[in-house]
């Protein structure tokens, strides 16, 4: 599951898309659904949203949280100068 940390009405402003659902959590956010059994499009659609974000809140499997934390450093390492020859 991906946990977007803003109120629905503004995550709903920033995104749509056809099979994707939102649902209000007490509080907390909104929780971002979609049919697919990957977390990979949802927690990289939701980190493009430009807000704070939680990826396979318990009880996921630790694979999805694994694969989040590595596209993370993927991402973060493509945007460091390249080594100099």
Do not use: K
């Amino acid at each position: 599951m991906v946990v977007v940390h803003a109120p629905l009405a503004v995550v709903a402003e920033r995104f749509s898309g056809p099979g994707w659902v939102l649902e209000e959590l007490d509080g907390r956010g909104c929780l971002l659904r979609t049919g697919g059994d990957s977390l990979e499009r949802p927690a990289l659609t939701a980190g493009q949203l430009g807000l704070d974000l939680t990826v396979g809140e318990p009880p996921e499997p630790p694979e999805p949280i694994d694969h989040a934390r590595t596209l993370a450093a993927r991402l973060q390492a493509s945007t460091e100068p390249p080594l100099r020859q």
